[in-house]
């Protein structure tokens, strides 16, 4: 390719020469080769994009030229490359295992095996899912609006609806380019170190996989452009996202434990029925989280052993044999979550459209 | 006439506070018209509901002929609206900021490329199209702003606050370069300001806009005929030496005057109240009774007289 490009070059010269010995400028090898390289307007498109994907294009080019994303994407590449490098170099040993159901979903241990030095890549999404989702939204709008921009944007002929739009589609787009690069970049590589293929159940598996990245990502993202229209300043929605995805990561089971203990009767504890009640009520409380919604789909995603999330009694368990389940069983677990998932998205994207529609935009 | 702007019983509601107070205003094609008024009078508000950008509690907008209210989009593609103190995308340069806008309006990048850098050229900032706007001063801010506004081809432009924060040989530039603009493309101007001196010097015609209400309009002549009355002159006359011929004390002289209301005299100079242009009479007076002249000058009244008027008028009303 290089040496093409070098080739036209020096051709390029060649006929710039030939303009200064007066020779017929207009000829279509010049032409193409001003169309490729020129500074020319000929290099500019003249087919006209609508309103909506030049917004789009314009926030894709602010996003992916941000140091911030840069920033994120080094930190997520990276944890990926060290997840996969302890997959890879123990995937020996946990394929030698006889009793694992999963012996045959190789590719699916890649991206959840953990030897316990470093965590596997589905933990490190679920954990920086949320820092990618914030970062890419926190500042969508009230930044436009202290810079003056965003009063400038709604006096031209568009919608207003396209302004919040555009933001999210465009960073809908990167996060999925970004995951979808990511993800198969993992199998790429898996695949060149193990030198199997995976099978197409697991190439399915992990492509829903990826889809709930995406979706995931996605409904902090909305979060946190609800946050932006929400707030004036882009440190205090950034705040405000970040403390709602620690406060889920971290405090959120700690005070279900709390309501746990503090409504269970120890007198009744004896009778199998209550645990399993109490059980259902903690589950149930839990999966108001959006990252339990997340690590539960996706480990019942990756991991096909899985066969129920909720508690099973013994009676249930005897004389099943463990075997992976069917792709449709998996789904079929996790299509509730992936149903909660989006709508609690939307839920975020209504709360930021509503008032960003009804707002008066005065400037800065 | 050809009316471009049309508003009628125009009303703006906060909860209780009322921002604009049902008015009426038309604004012809081809005029540059000036909204004058203290801050907080209800002239952004206003020019908002112009756009379509925020609704009016009560009362009609028409903007070439478009209700702004149904149609925001379409009174957008007419009216090319400059915010106040407007801000551009500091990590792109000027001709990439112009051209976004331009795409914006459904031209195509090399369509905008040629428009961005013609426009770029005539408001004077060819030089520094490649430059990220982060750098631009104030002033350059506000050209490139103006050079956004036209970019879409108006038939109206709409300019808040356009001068605020510009020095003064920027302000005369800046508004020279709106009027010679306009001029040339045949533009209606609307702009809202509160300094009234430069307004004063390139508007055809100005409202007077204080709490919500528009207390007078007209061109600057007619107002001052309409607050001042009969007193719409005043001539300040300084003169040395002593009368000949027995005429009489310089007061007597100049009161002989026709249309000569009242003289004082005031640490040696005559200030004269007129209802007409009496200068040329008193000056050949004067000379005629041998006194020499010193200074003889004609006060009009300009916008700060009619702006401070309506103030005090304003504050006794309440």
Request: glycine share 8%; aromatic share 10%; net charge neutral.
């Amino acid at each position: 390719m290089i040496f093409i490009i070098t080739i036209l070059r020096e051709e390029r010269k060649m006929s710039n020469t030939a303009k200064d010995i007066q020779l017929p400028t207009g000829n279509p090898v010049t032409r193409l080769l001003d169309k490729l390289f020129g500074k020319s307007t000929a290099t500019l498109s003249t087919k006209v994009t609508r309103p909506f994907w030049v917004l789009v294009e314009k926030e894709i080019s602010d996003q992916v030229r941000s140091w911030r994303f840069i920033i994120l994407l080094a930190i997520i590449a990276l944890t990926t490359m060290g997840s996969l490098y302890t997959a890879l170099t123990n995937i020996g040993d946990a394929l030698k295992s006889v009793t694992d159901p999963e012996k045959a979903y190789v590719f699916l241990k890649l991206f959840t095996y953990s030897d316990g030095t470093l965590p596997s890549f589905i933990v490190f999404v679920s954990f920086l899912g949320p820092l990618l989702g914030i970062g890419l939204g926190f500042d969508a709008v009230n930044s436009e609006q202290n810079n003056g921009t965003l009063s400038r944007l709604l006096a031209q002929p568009i919608h207003r609806d396209y302004i919040i739009n555009a933001k999210f589609i465009s960073s809908l787009i990167v996060i999925s380019f970004l995951f979808f690069a990511l993800g198969f970049l993992f199998l790429g590589i898996g695949m060149i170190a193990i030198g199997l293929i995976p099978t197409p159940e697991e190439f399915v598996r992990i492509v829903m996989f990826l889809f709930m990245n995406i979706i995931y990502v996605g409904f902090w993202l909305n979060l946190s452009i609800f946050l932006s229209v929400r707030f004036k300043q882009p440190a205090t929605s950034a705040l405000t996202g970040i403390s709602v995805w620690i406060f889920f990561s971290i405090f959120y089971s700690m005070i279900v434990n709390l309501i746990m203990k503090a409504i269970a009767s120890p007198a009744l504890l004896i009778n199998p029925a209550y645990q399993i009640y109490l059980e259902r009520i903690k589950l149930a409380l839990m999966r108001f989280a959006p990252n339990i919604l997340f690590s539960e789909a996706t480990s019942t995603l990756m991991i096909p052993s899985v066969r129920s999330l909720g508690p099973l009694t013994m009676e249930q368990l005897s004389g099943a044999i463990p075997g992976p389940l069917p792709l449709g069983q998996s789904l079929l677990l996790v299509w509730p979550h992936i149903t909660a998932l989006i709508a609690a998205s939307a839920v975020c994207f209504v709360l930021a459209y509503v008032p960003f529609m009804r707002r008066e935009v005065r400037s800065r | 006439m050809d009316e471009i702007i049309k508003l009628t019983g125009l009303t703006k509601k906060y909860g209780e506070f009322t921002a604009v107070d049902h008015l009426d205003l038309s604004i012809n094609k081809g005029e540059v018209f000036g909204l004058l008024g203290p801050n907080g009078a209800g002239k952004s508000t206003t020019i908002l509901m112009l756009l379509g950008l925020t609704e009016p509690t009560e009362g009609s907008v028409s903007v070439c002929g478009i209700d702004p209210i149904s149609r925001p989009v379409d009174v957008k593609k007419r009216v090319g609206y400059l915010p106040e103190d407007v801000g551009f995308y500091d990590r792109y340069t000027g001709l990439e900021n112009l051209m976004f806008t331009a795409q914006l309006n459904d031209m195509s990048k090399a369509e905008a490329y040629d428009k961005a850098t013609k426009l770029l050229e005539r408001v004077g900032l060819a030089e520094q199209a490649d430059k990220k706007t982060g750098v631009y001063s104030r002033g350059m801010r506000q050209r490139l702003g103006l050079a956004d506004v036209l970019i879409k081809d108006p038939e109206v432009i709409i300019l808040d606050e356009p001068i605020l924060g510009i020095d003064p040989y920027g302000v005369r530039e800046f508004l020279d370069l709106i009027i010679k603009l306009s001029k040339e493309e045949g533009l209606t101007v609307l702009f809202s300001s509160h300094h009234l001196y430069q307004v004063q010097q390139v508007c055809d015609r100005v409202g007077l806009f204080v709490s919500g209400k528009l207390l007078a309009e007209g061109n600057i002549n007619s107002l001052s005929q309409q607050l001042f009355g009969n007193n719409a002159y005043t001539v300040e006359l300084g003169i040395s030496g002593t009368t000949s011929n027995n005429k009489g004390t310089p007061e007597d002289i100049i009161k002989n005057i026709d249309g000569v209301i009242s003289v004082n005299s005031e640490k040696g100079k005559y200030l004269i109240e007129c209802s007409r242009d009496v200068t040329p009479e008193i000056s050949k007076e004067i000379i005629n009774s041998g006194l020499n002249i010193t200074s003889l000058n004609k006060k009009e009244y300009g916008l700060d007289d009619i702006y401070y008027h309506y103030f005090e008028g304003g504050t006794k009303n309440e």
